[in-house]
């Protein structure tokens, strides 16, 4: 069983990140180098709901939907899911000022207003899987890309078992 102790340290983390500014910021790591890019925000917003993967039948969304579920699934088995939730409003209720100030200070910039919804259930899921020991590389890739200034979008060829396709800002 996960303390609160952890639980809050594992939020604290990821949305101390989310509210950063440092996610989509335009500042690019070589280290993207290497991930297949898609650019063109609107065609990566097409590309994640439509393109249906041979080897699943299923898009980036319909597949990342049955990750959300199944660690929703598990934390409501292990009996930490009520006090994840409570604990997640709060810590965003506590920091709405800052996102609100962020906001007006322009600190995001349009991509990451174009993806927010997308950006935080990564955020909140990556807290999620460390906590419940599910998913785990999945979600470490993806807070890596964030991390190196890209958003993750797709898999360049069966999912879970290729690199991901990232969007990176032109």
């Known amino acids: 069983m996960t303390d609160e102790h952890g639980m809050q340290a594992a939020i604290r983390e990821s949305l101390d990140f989310f509210l950063s500014g440092r996610i989509l910021n335009g500042q690019i790591s070589t280290g993207l180098n290497h991930y297949p890019r898609q650019t063109g925000r609107l065609d990566v917003d097409e590309f994640m709901n439509k393109h249906v993967y041979p080897e699943t039948g299923e898009t980036w969304d319909d597949m990342e939907e049955t990750i959300f579920h199944?660690?929703?699934k598990q934390m409501t088995k292990i009996?930490?899911?009520q006090d994840f939730d409570n604990i997640y409003q709060k810590y965003n209720n506590?920091?709405?000022k800052i996102f609100i100030r962020n906001r007006v200070k322009k600190i995001f910039s349009e991509d990451f207003l174009f993806f927010i919804n997308r950006?935080?259930?990564?955020?909140?899921y990556n807290a999620a899987s460390s906590l419940v020991k599910m998913h785990e590389p999945y979600f470490a890739d993806i807070m890596t890309v964030y991390k190196l200034g890209g958003m993750p979008c797709g898999f360049e060829g069966a999912p879970f078992r290729s690199r991901l396709i990232v969007y990176v800002p032109s």
């Open 79 to 81: 009996g930490i899911a």
């Open 94 to 96: 506590d920091n709405r």
């Open 70 to 72: 199944e660690l929703e």
């Open 119 to 124: 950006i935080e259930a990564h955020i909140l």
